[in-house]
């Protein structure tokens, strides 16, 4: 039987309270206690005030650090603050997908040894009515929402830290890598880790709905933080290097080309970014600027 679940919920910026009371409308089907644990990442006051009335709620925890110390630091805090054995993930722009999430994480639990699962994501089947958002919505529903069976084929480097279920002990021996500053790759970073460690990582078809598009700039000012981060885990010790944009850059570099298809890059850059930003992106164009941006970085 499952011991007891913490679930995690960062928080930066954004109204929680959907998100917990769907949680909170669940715990009795998980078999054990539950306590929904919120920690706020310094954000603007508006939304700490709402959230702070989260507090009052039975089973939920909430409070607030006095400075932002960003997406892998604060899951490490929250975790250290979790009471039970197991641990749930979330991002705080997340929806459940119905009524039966927890349900289908604690049947897992009983079937399965491992010591993480895996739910995935999903987004909405039709477009968002803004332009500006076409871009974050189709890069998702192309590239983060895969099932499960296809996740499994590469169980540790399809992982994502957002949905996960996993135990306590796994990120006390696997913390996430602090030195990882603003968005992306402490997710790859940590599956890497853990199939170096032989870690058995079980996917699902139990995804949460990313409910958070960012506008098309924003979304690629995320983009080009995570390929920093992507950089500083190469040089820091080669982790990272068979994810697709890295392989790419190295058979490059193998090949004496890195240098022309930087500048080429560079060239084309203005003309990328234009097309980002238009009505219908093509992810060919953000595949070229993150390889321009990893070349910067590494070659």
């Not at 996740?151 to 002990?169: C, G, M, V």
């Not at 030195?179 to 078809?205: N, P």
């Not at 600027?289 to 590494?298: G, T």
Request: glycine share 6%; with cysteine.
């Amino acid at each position: 039987m499952p011991a007891g679940l913490s679930i995690l919920i960062p928080v930066f910026n954004r109204a929680a309270a959907a998100l917990v009371q769907a949680l909170l409308a669940q715990v009795a089907d998980w078999p054990g206690p539950v306590e929904i644990r919120l920690l706020d990442d310094k954000s603007a006051e508006e939304y700490r005030a709402q959230n702070r009335l989260l507090a009052g709620l039975p089973g939920v925890q909430y409070e607030e650090l006095p400075a932002n110390v960003g997406r892998a630091a604060i899951r490490n805090q929250l975790a250290a603050r979790a009471r039970y054995e197991w641990l749930l993930l979330l991002d705080n722009d997340s929806l459940l997908p119905d009524d039966q999430f927890l349900t289908r994480y604690a049947q897992a639990v009983r079937a399965q040894p491992a010591a993480l699962f895996s739910g995935g994501t999903t987004y909405e089947a039709t477009p968002p009515a803004s332009p500006a958002l076409y871009l974050r919505w189709h890069y998702g529903r192309a590239r983060e929402m895969r099932p499960a069976a296809l996740r499994q084929l590469a169980p540790t480097s399809q992982l994502t830290i957002n949905n996960a279920l996993l135990r306590k002990e796994l990120l006390g021996r696997f913390p996430l890598d602090e030195r990882l500053s603003g968005y992306g790759h402490e997710d790859t970073r940590f599956g890497l880790e853990l199939a170096r460690a032989g870690v058995a990582v079980c996917h699902l078809d139990n995804p949460v709905l990313h409910d958070g598009l960012e506008p098309a700039p924003d979304f690629l000012e995320k983009s080009r933080q995570a390929v920093r981060n992507l950089a500083q885990v190469l040089r820091a010790d080669g982790l990272g290097a068979d994810t697709r944009l890295a392989r790419t850059a190295a058979r490059l570099r193998a090949a004496g080309l890195a240098g022309p298809a930087r500048a080429t890059l560079a060239a084309l850059e203005p003309a990328l970014r234009r097309h980002l930003l238009g009505a219908r992106p093509s992810l060919r164009a953000l595949d070229a600027l993150k390889l321009l941006w990893l070349l910067q970085e590494v070659a």
